[in-house]
């Protein structure tokens, strides 16, 4: 860093010589306040705030200019945003130094100003990462925050680095910069899922299980093919974000309040720099919207509920009264006064956390609702549900990849719950159907073979030829051939259904699609 620090004040005029001989000693200086009031390099401590106002007078605004007075303390304590924006600083700095590049090569600044400034803000982002930074309220959010330590640190060349820029879009690409992260560190979660659950899918490919609908006996499934309808909704989990992710990737940056500016800079060039697919192209829309945000939170709520509906299925599962799952110590707790019980906590846990990904959505489609152009502070209040959205969804899918990698299901116990519920009576509609008989009187024939089954407390593959001939004489001796469980799931051969041939091509498809070897 000495070297470096060299190398530039060898380039820089001599009218800037003393802000950077001021740069080392300015980082010691930021350090070690830092070590008296920081934050934790990479979790929040709202706690450990600074409260530099009580040890020394409080500083002028940055935009205060205009103000003869200072704000109230209550005043100061209601509108900061440091105790959580302070989350955003790898992409404040980052398109920071995006900005500072774009105004030297526009000539608004000189090279040794941009030069300069990311010297000072790497300085800056390294005192974060370490745990040293000073993050002061009174400073209100994370963008006057850096700005104002790197004035300290470099001088009147960070005092150059706001022109033709506003907080209005600064926040904004912050924002959507983080949330570009955000989705992509989701869809590495939901993939890790979707592996396991094809892993196990593949360990119990040819286990029968009951299907139910309104949670009764339906249908015989395959267990894989159960597994497998969650990998489909994972995807289409997936394909949500991937097509946020495109409208995400906009930029605000120059947009400024929300005019625009008369400066000559080249909002082209950020995009690029940043890795936007291009600028966005109404400055009043860039600063005012956060229609992104609603549609990732949407997107998490949709997958929210997807996990919380299999929470609930695998919960019930683990009880005594179906008994068909049984986790593993390692994703299971117990009872403080019961000590037999043994509980799929983290499953009820991620029915419980998908109520607060509903209502973050919730939070942000009603702070918006009633917001006129251009930025309001209102839009301050959508970072917490949006930060919260996600630390919730990672860790909901972190768990249920966990849990998928640590349970068994008792085949015996399912197999022998199979018989009841006549789950084989839809496929004996069908063999009707295959002997001419309109499908609207299978469907009353085999409801009077069931009833006749209830009568005699048996099976309909224990009824006898004649009783079947009873109830109608078109039943043949080849009618216990798509009887039974095994029959009745061999019969299903429609695409995507849960035949054992259909369900191995699935199967494989999504190891093809997963990158699952053999």
């Not at 530039?8 to 080392?24: D, V």
């Not at 500083?59 to 205009?66: A, M």
């Amino acid at each position: 860093m000495a070297a470096a620090s060299q190398s530039l004040l060898s380039r820089a005029p001599a009218s800037f010589s003393l802000p950077h001989a001021r740069l080392a000693r300015s980082a010691r200086r930021v350090a070690l306040r830092g070590r008296r009031a920081s934050f934790p390099a990479v979790a929040a401590a709202s706690a450990s705030m600074a409260s530099s106002e009580s040890d020394e007078k409080k500083e002028t605004k940055l935009w205060g200019g205009r103000f003869e007075e200072g704000v109230t303390d209550a005043v100061e304590r209601f509108t900061e945003s440091i105790s959580y924006d302070w989350q955003l600083y790898k992409y404040d700095i980052m398109g920071s130094k995006a900005h500072a590049s774009m105004l030297a090569a526009q000539g608004l600044i000189t090279t040794s100003d941009r030069d300069i400034i990311i010297e000072g803000l790497d300085q800056i982002e390294r005192l974060i990462q370490e745990g040293k930074f000073e993050w002061r309220k009174d400073r209100e959010d994370v963008h006057m925050n850096i700005e104002a330590a790197l004035i300290e640190m470099v001088g009147e060349p960070a005092k150059k680095l706001h022109t033709a820029r506003s907080r209005n879009d600064q926040i904004v690409t912050d924002l959507r910069l983080w949330c570009r992260d955000a989705i992509d560190k989701i869809l590495i979660r939901i993939k890790q899922f979707q592996v396991s659950l094809v892993m196990l899918a593949s360990k119990y490919v040819d286990l029968i299980v009951p299907g139910y609908t309104h949670l009764q006996r339906a249908q015989p499934v395959l267990l894989s093919h159960l597994l497998l309808s969650y990998v489909e909704q994972l995807e289409r989990d997936a394909g949500r974000l991937v097509n946020c992710r495109e409208r995400v990737n906009f930029c605000p940056l120059g947009a400024c309040a929300l005019a625009g500016t008369g400066l000559p800079i080249d909002r082209f060039k950020t995009a690029k720099d940043l890795k936007f697919t291009a600028p966005m192209k109404n400055s009043i829309d860039a600063v005012s919207d956060r229609d992104f945000v609603l549609e990732f939170l949407a997107a998490n709520s949709i997958a929210a509920v997807h996990l919380s509906r299999i929470g609930e299925e695998w919960v019930l599962w683990a009880s005594e009264e179906f008994g068909f799952l049984t986790p593993s110590d390692k994703v299971s707790t117990g009872s403080s006064i019961m000590p037999q019980k043994k509980n799929p906590d983290p499953m009820e846990l991620v029915r419980g956390k998908s109520a607060r990904v509903v209502g973050d959505l919730m939070t942000v489609l009603t702070l918006c609702k009633g917001l006129p152009q251009a930025y309001n502070r209102d839009l301050q209040e959508d970072k917490e549900p949006l930060f919260d959205s996600v630390k919730a969804i990672l860790g909901m899918l972190e768990v249920c990849t966990e849990f998928a990698q640590n349970i068994s299901f008792n085949s015996k116990r399912i197999q022998s719950s199979l018989p009841a519920g006549y789950l084989d009576a839809t496929t004996l509609a069908d063999y009707l159907v295959k002997k001419g008989v309109p499908f609207r009187t299978s469907h009353e024939i085999v409801g009077r073979s069931v009833a006749l089954c209830v009568s005699k407390n048996c099976q309909l593959a224990e009824l006898g030829l004649d009783d079947l001939k009873a109830v109608h004489p078109v039943f043949e001796a080849d009618v216990y051939g798509y009887l039974g469980v095994e029959n009745a799931v061999n019969k299903f051969i429609s695409y995507g259904s849960t035949g054992s041939e259909q369900v191995k091509k699935q199967l494989e498809d999504w190891r093809v699609q997963l990158g699952i070897s053999s």
